[in-house]
């Protein structure tokens, strides 16, 4: 087998004595200084290879990834976009990268300058009052806002326990609000795919707290009704959460805060490129309006004079949610991208990530159902449902032969409220050329043999690994036995 195809561990390749490379023996005296009980009888057991081998195993398993850098990736909802390299090198610069975390406020004044300027150009973007950058992620965010909003009613007295989700609703806003001691009440999506205002009404009484809505939604469609809903949860005294994932389509265009949000997260890393991807690093600030500002996680960073520092005075604060000040390395590359493309430029972002999206689906809409396929924001939700009746070929079977061609697989399988959902966001970094490609690629298998489908991908080292059982029973280290 071609080794770069080859699923050897390094323990695997491992011969008893074989070097990676032999210094000469020191004549140095050396003073042994740790104690007898401190030393370990043998060493330990590590692979023993040749220094050729150690380079070609790890060179070969780093060409087996699949990254923004190496191919398309159109994962709905994640925003795959080109994390721009220009943001490494400046990221990558010592006065930033070889700061400390526990350094006096005095010595990193650059730093919390950046990181009061990303506080005011989220809370900006968002048309809202205060943000904390600590959440590292966007579901961190979430929970963050609704103890934040949590906390907000036991200062007034209320009593609240409900927070409703619409059905189309990514599974973390469910698990955040559960976790933040919220009973959820779950929302009907009416034909259109939007929130079914009926269904909002009847659920809608003095015990609801939060509305979490996504929008642009999780079908990739804006909830034109946004404003007649964000009336009736403020005539209820409850707040309205955005989950901001989407915030790719409306950067510049429109603001939550002005469509009636009262909360949001931001995920830095889908919309403001840090780079991303099998779980991290991530950052997920929050903005709200001014009445929950007290609330917000302490410190924030703040303004005096000339001179930047760490608030902690801030007696009603739900406290710290994550150590320091969140994740600095996607913070910053994020601040790098907004200040380098303006206003302006960022609005151009959402309309080329909205234009891309509506070119493919335009392509798409007549070979798989698109349920919701008129126009859509920067992603759309296809279905296999037809194929799947008529064919036995599945939402999955296309996502794992695409990998066959050199495309990462779309969401498959969300939003739960389309069957055989495939959900599919060019993002707007992405060319005319490639996307026709990502067409043709789906036309072609579209019409391929379902059995041949079953078993791709083809191509790949690994082909249908058992994910249940992958996730069930990690196995996560070698074992000799
Ligand atoms: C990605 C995503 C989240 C969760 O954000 P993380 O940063 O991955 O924690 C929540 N909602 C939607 C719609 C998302 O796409």
Not at 142 to 151: D, F, G, K, M, P
Not at 195 to 206: A, E, M, P, T, Y
Not at 296 to 309: S, W
Request: glycine content about 8%.
């Amino acid at each position: 087998m071609d080794k770069r195809q080859s699923t050897e561990l390094l323990f695997e390749l491992s011969h008893p004595g074989r070097r990676a490379h032999r210094l000469p023996v020191c004549d140095v005296p050396v003073e042994n200084t740790l104690p007898a009980s401190a030393l370990a009888e043998e060493p330990p057991p590590l692979p023993e290879v040749g220094e050729i081998d150690l380079i070609r195993h790890f060179v070969n398993l780093s060409t087996r990834n699949m990254a923004i850098d190496t191919n398309f990736y159109p994962l709905g909802s994640c925003t795959m976009k080109y994390n721009p390299k220009r943001h490494e090198r400046l990221a990558s610069h010592p006065g930033l990268a070889d700061l400390h975390p526990l350094q006096s406020d005095d010595s990193c004044q650059g730093m919390l300058a950046i990181l009061w300027e990303m506080q005011n150009l989220l809370a900006e973007i968002a048309g809202l009052d205060g943000v904390s950058l600590q959440p590292a992620a966007g579901a961190q965010g979430e929970l963050t806002a609704l103890l934040v909003a949590a906390a907000y009613y036991r200062n007034k007295g209320e009593k609240r326990s409900r927070v409703l989700i619409p059905d189309s609703a990514h599974g973390t806003n469910p698990a955040s609000a559960a976790l933040a001691g919220f009973d959820t009440v779950s929302v009907k999506s009416n034909a259109r795919g939007l929130v079914d205002l009926d269904d909002l009404r009847s659920k809608l009484d003095d015990r609801a707290a939060v509305f979490m809505i996504t929008n642009p939604n999780t079908l990739g469609l804006f909830d034109d009704q946004i404003a007649t809903i964000t009336d009736l949860l403020h005539q209820r005294g409850a707040l309205v959460y955005l989950d901001g994932a989407n915030m790719n389509a409306i950067l510049g265009i429109t603001r939550p805060g002005d469509f009636g949000a009262d909360m949001m997260h931001y995920n830095v890393h889908k919309t403001f490129t840090g780079p991303h991807g099998g779980g991290g690093p991530g950052s997920g600030p929050i903005a709200v309006r001014k009445q929950l500002v007290p609330f917000l996680p302490t410190p924030l960073v703040v303004q005096t004079g000339e001179r930047y520092a760490l608030d902690f005075d801030r007696p009603k604060s739900i406290g710290r949610v994550r150590s320091f000040f969140g994740n600095v390395g996607i913070l910053l590359r994020g601040w790098l991208y907004i200040r380098t493309l303006g206003p302006d430029g960022l609005r151009e972002v959402s309309e080329n990530a909205v234009l891309n999206a509506n070119y493919l689906l335009s392509r798409l809409k007549n070979v798989f159902d698109v349920p919701h396929g008129d126009r859509c924001m920067h992603e759309f939700v296809a279905s296999a449902r037809a194929l799947r009746r008529e064919r036995k070929i599945s939402a999955m079977d296309i996502g794992k032969r695409l990998l066959d061609f050199g495309y990462h697989a779309p969401t498959v399988y969300f939003p739960l409220v389309v069957p055989e959902a495939m959900m599919i966001e060019p993002t707007e970094t992405e060319s005319k050329e490639t996307l026709d490609a990502f067409a043709d690629a789906l036309i072609r298998i579209r019409d391929e043999d379902a059995d041949f489908l079953h078993n791709a991908p083809h191509d790949l080292a690994l082909s249908r690994p058992d994910e249940v059982k992958a996730a069930k029973e990690p196995i996560l280290r070698w074992r000799a036995d």
